[in-house]
């Protein structure tokens, strides 16, 4: 399988990667980004593009890709709706748009979150956003799902780019099986969002939005 990774270098995209890079049937890894990784690996591939509202130059790079982990995303605080928008639903669809016009027949996993709004009408600004984010690409000519996410335990080194987060998840790490135990839909780690990804592109799914109970039974 040739899967093309967005969002490499963030905290999910990390853990996405790693799983990526573990498991044997992944042969290559195409990784569109604004800067390098870092890694080194014979499965890598790393194209950097700095112009993420339009991707037609990376048509021949996205030919023949079997998958797309869209892994990019930040949060609202501090943010307009208008640039929310641009950064959450115009830049996914001008990726999604052209990889389905290379790959209708690819599978597109977004990593979205708890509390999205498909009705695209709720109060809260950035559940409306993803809500039509998700809306748009399920409508697109591919194998698309939603991984609307909660709290993301990271493991195997993976980590956050914001410090007070990383802080945070060190806190709670020894925690998570209490967690789980307690809120099984509503946690789970990178490792798990990055096994299940894996799963869903190979043998597809009924659900088109999965929420952590599902990836966790994906991942297993």
Same mark, same amino acid.
């Given at each position: 399988?040739?899967?093309?990774?967005?969002?490499?270098?963030?905290?999910?995209?990390? =853990? *996405?990667?790693?799983?990526?890079?573990?498991?044997?049937? %992944?042969?290559?890894?195409? @990784?569109? #980004? /604004? !800067?390098?990784?870092?890694?080194?690996?014979?499965?890598?591939?790393?194209?950097?593009?700095?112009?993420?509202?339009?991707?037609?130059s990376l048509k021949a790079e996205f030919s023949g890709q079997?998958?797309?982990?869209?892994?990019?995303?930040?949060?609202?605080?501090?943010?307009?709706?208008?640039?929310?928008?641009?950064?959450?639903?115009?830049?996914?669809?001008?990726?999604?748009?052209?990889?389905?016009?290379?790959?209708?027949?690819?599978?597109?996993?977004?990593?979205? =979150? *708890?509390?999205?709004?498909?009705?695209?009408?709720?109060? %809260?600004?950035?559940?409306? @956003?993803? #809500? /039509? !984010?998700?809306?748009?690409?399920?409508?697109?000519?591919?194998?698309?799902?939603?991984?609307?996410?909660?709290?993301?335990?990271?493991?195997?080194?993976?980590?956050?780019?914001?410090?007070?987060?990383?802080?945070?998840?060190?806190?709670?790490?020894?925690?998570?099986?209490?967690?789980?135990?307690?809120?099984?839909?509503?946690?789970?780690?990178?490792?798990?969002?990055?096994?299940?990804?894996?799963?869903?592109?190979?043998?597809?799914?009924?659900?088109?939005?999965? =929420?952590?109970?599902?990836?966790?039974?994906?991942?297993?």
């Amino acid at each position: 399988m040739k899967v093309v990774v967005f969002g490499a270098t963030g905290m999910v995209g990390q =853990g *996405v990667l790693r799983e990526c890079l573990l498991d044997p049937g %992944v042969d290559e890894v195409l @990784v569109v #980004g /604004r !800067t390098p990784t870092g890694l080194r690996d014979e499965k890598i591939r790393e194209v950097i593009h700095k112009d993420f509202s339009d991707f037609s130059s990376l048509k021949a790079e996205f030919s023949g890709q079997e998958a797309c982990f869209f892994c990019l995303g930040v949060s609202s605080v501090g943010m307009s709706e208008d640039d929310y928008r641009r950064v959450t639903y115009d830049i996914t669809l001008a990726a999604a748009t052209v990889l389905a016009e290379q790959n209708p027949g690819m599978t597109f996993i977004y990593v979205s =979150g *708890v509390g999205s709004d498909a009705s695209e009408k709720g109060r %809260v600004m950035w559940a409306r @956003v993803r #809500g /039509r !984010t998700e809306n748009a690409l399920l409508r697109l000519p591919f194998a698309g799902y939603v991984f609307r996410l909660g709290y993301v335990q990271p493991r195997y080194g993976v980590r956050s780019k914001t410090r007070w987060y990383q802080v945070a998840y060190r806190a709670v790490a020894p925690a998570y099986p209490l967690l789980r135990r307690l809120w099984p839909g509503h946690v789970t780690t990178t490792e798990n969002v990055g096994r299940a990804m894996i799963a869903v592109a190979r043998r597809g799914t009924d659900d088109r939005i999965l =929420g952590s109970r599902e990836i966790n039974a994906a991942a297993s």
